[in-house]
Structure formats: C-alpha cells, structure tokens
C-alpha cells in the first residue's frame, strides 16, 4: 500500500511563495510519474503540475507556468512544488498524485494514489 503525505501548504499574503512536499511510502516511488491537483470550494479538481519519473520532463498548467516549480528527489521519495508570485486565485486544498506509468500526466485518471491534501490559502 502506497502512501503520501503532503506538507507545507498555510496562509501567504499575494507575491509571497510556499514550498509543498510530498512524502511517498514503498519503494518504487521512482518507477513512478508523480503530479500536483488542486481543488477549490465548488470546483472541479485540476491539474496543476507534473513530473516524470526521473525528473526530466515537467509539464504545467498554463495558469501556474512560470511561477511554479515542480521537482522530486528519489533517493527521499519526495516530490516539491515551490510556489512563487501567488495570486488569490491560487487559494485551494493542493494534493500530490503517483501516476500508473512513468511519465506525468495531465489527466486525473491516470493516478492512482492520492494523498489528503493541504490548504493553500493566499490573502489578497
């Protein structure tokens, strides 16, 4: 059974920057792509970043393009999202996913862990 357990989100005023992690049970974190979702109050949840197995390819949203990074550390079954230049609309509980293959996806259904998420809010 694979776990993950994110940590980092809080309350940061517009501009400011937050760190995620996401910390993986088991021992094939890196067989895995691994992504970012986010989901706000009544809305749907959606795609926010993701990154291959290896790291070497990274895929974004266009709405966080050029202001989020993603990037993991295999040898710590770990997983980031820096946040920089946060907007309002950035405000969402933000959860990390494992992938079914090796690449990252933009799609929901291609995860297949999920962990509890945690709160961004960002103050305007």
């Known amino acids: 059974q694979v776990q993950l357990v994110e940590s980092g989100g809080g309350l940061v005023q517009a501009g400011g920057s937050l760190r995620l992690s996401c910390a993986a049970s088991g021992r094939t974190f890196s067989n895995h792509g691994m992504g970012w979702f986010r989901q706000a109050p009544g809305k749907d949840r959606e795609f926010v970043a993701a990154?291959?197995?290896?790291?070497?390819?990274?895929y974004y949203a266009d709405s966080v393009k050029g202001r989020f990074t993603i990037s993991r550390e295999n040898a710590k079954n770990t997983m980031y999202l820096q946040m920089n230049s946060l907007k309002p609309e950035d405000t969402a509980v933000y959860y990390c996913?494992?992938?079914?293959?090796?690449?990252?996806?933009?799609?929901?259904?291609?995860?297949?862990?999920w962990g509890q998420g945690t709160q961004v809010t960002v103050s305007s």
């Open positions: 996913a494992r992938g079914r293959y090796y690449s990252g996806s933009r799609d929901v259904s291609e995860y297949d862990y």
């Open positions: 990154i291959s197995r290896l790291g070497s390819n990274t």
